[in-house]
């Protein structure tokens, strides 16, 4: 593919963020180039997030990229808590009146807004990773990346810094204009995918004394499972009986059918994080997703709020082109944070409700239980989660 050294919008940044953004602006007609560090096998096997909010699978099939969701996707209505030996069903479909969340991995995701890119001609270069940002406060900045060692540039109109936690976009911005947020929590997940039926419909969240599990699907043959562990931790640590053992003793209940067991094709350590920067903007550079705020996986938000970022950002990009305005883009991040500030607050709610803390006392424990009961046992409770679990109103 020949490069080009000038597009309207750089996309640093071929995860859910930058692809969702390329691909948006593409159906307005306003070209874009997304640049991304690994390669496209790499980025298309990625295992992570599972479940889309409404707003989410409505966003995607509007952009026309229902059509994986239609034939794989499993819609779901209600969640299970499982604690005291006994299963609390929040059906938040009947709470929230009709609203529902669908359990379609990331990685399908990712998968289809390539393939919608590549079949439109967009330009999404991989094994292409950014360097660099200069001059983000005129009215041209520069992107400088790498192709095999050698440098390159490319001038734009806007940034959009899609790069994820790890990214360079962020650290592009003066650190005496930023503030951040962090928390690191004192625990981790052991993520399991196995080949095995789901043993429950709904994902199933375990709140054990002796540690957090989750049940959680990939397919109807297909188990997304994960456990409580230490934050440094390895996977070798854990053998198959090892898992099937503490998944067992804090999954199931007196009420339900056991977990089934299968073979496990693999396992990874995931960190607990909660951080936010703000402002998520500077000049021309714009971040979205990973790239200015992480959330403990609990809640299942991370890939969530990148899209309520990106359709926010989309917009004021499409208002910049099209209207010469840029009253959205200068409240880019205010309408985003409002939004983000709640999604944090319950991401870091649930996941101190339900994982055991080293060291934690029995008047902690007795509190937790308190909030579970509350959760699960009152209107009030089921409600708050159900909004939460299937989705904000977002900003734009
Ligand atoms: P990313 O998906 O991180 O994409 C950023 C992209 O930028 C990457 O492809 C990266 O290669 C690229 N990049 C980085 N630096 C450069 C550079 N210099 N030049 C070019 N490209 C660059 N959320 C849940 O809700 N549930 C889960 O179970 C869950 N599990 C997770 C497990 C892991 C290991 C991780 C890391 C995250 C998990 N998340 C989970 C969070 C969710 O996956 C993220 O919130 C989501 O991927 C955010 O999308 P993004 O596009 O903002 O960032
Ligand atoms: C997942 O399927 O990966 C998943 C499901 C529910 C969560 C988090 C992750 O809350």
Redesign the pocket.
């Known amino acids: 593919m020949t490069r080009t050294d000038r597009t309207q919008v750089a996309i640093v940044g071929g995860g859910p963020a930058g692809l969702l953004l390329s691909h948006l602006l593409h159906l307005e007609g306003i070209e874009s180039v997304v640049l991304e560090h690994r390669s496209q096998d790499h980025v298309q096997s990625r295992l ?4 889309l909010e409404q707003g989410t699978v409505d966003t995607l099939r509007d952009a026309g990229l229902g059509a994986g969701m239609a034939a794989r996707g499993m819609p779901q209505t209600a969640i299970d808590f499982r604690f005291g030996r006994r299963s609390h069903l929040i059906d938040f479909t009947h709470e929230t009146g009709g609203r529902q969340v669908m ?1 379609y ?1 990331q990685h399908e995701v990712v998968t289809d807004l390539i393939r919608a890119r590549l079949e439109a001609g967009g330009q999404v270069w991989f094994d292409t990773p950014v360097t660099q940002l200069d001059d983000l406060t005129t009215s041209r900045p520069v992107v400088h990346y790498e192709v095999d060692g050698e440098p390159h540039q490319l001038r734009c109109d806007i940034v959009a810094g899609c790069d994820g936690f790890r990214g360079l976009s962020r650290e592009a911005m003066p650190a005496d204009a930023r503030t951040s947020y962090d928390r690191i929590y004192p625990f981790a997940w052991l ?1 399991i995918l196995a080949e095995v039926p789901p043993a429950a419909p709904t ?1 199933t ?1 375990g709140c054990h004394e002796s540690g957090f599990a ?1 049940l ?3 397919s109807s043959t297909v188990s ?1 499972l ?1 456990l409580q562990c230490a934050p440094d931790d390895k996977p070798e640590n854990w053998s198959d009986d090892r898992i099937w053992h503490t998944l067992h003793e804090r999954l199931d209940v007196d009420d339900m059918p056991p977990l089934i067991e299968g073979r496990i094709t693999q396992k990874g350590v995931t960190g607990m994080r909660s951080f936010l920067s703000e402002p998520m903007q500077h000049g021309r550079l714009f971040l979205a997703g990973d790239a200015a705020h992480i959330v403990p ?4 938000k991370g890939l969530n709020a990148a899209v309520a970022d990106i359709r926010v950002l989309s917009r004021g990009i499409l208002d910049f082109y099209r209207r010469a305005s840029t009253d959205v883009l200068d409240q880019y991040s205010a309408l985003c944070l409002e939004r983000m500030w709640l999604v944090q607050r319950f991401s870091a709610g649930l996941c101190t409700m339900v994982h055991q803390f080293p060291g934690q006392g029995a008047f902690e424990r007795r509190l937790q239980r308190a909030d579970l009961d509350t959760l699960t046992g009152t209107h009030a409770g089921r409600l708050a989660f159900s909004e939460n679990f299937t989705g904000l109103p977002y900003a734009i």
């Open positions: 992570r997030a599972g479940v359990v991995p993520g994902v969240w989750m959680s699907f990939r997304r994960y996986p609990t809640g299942a």
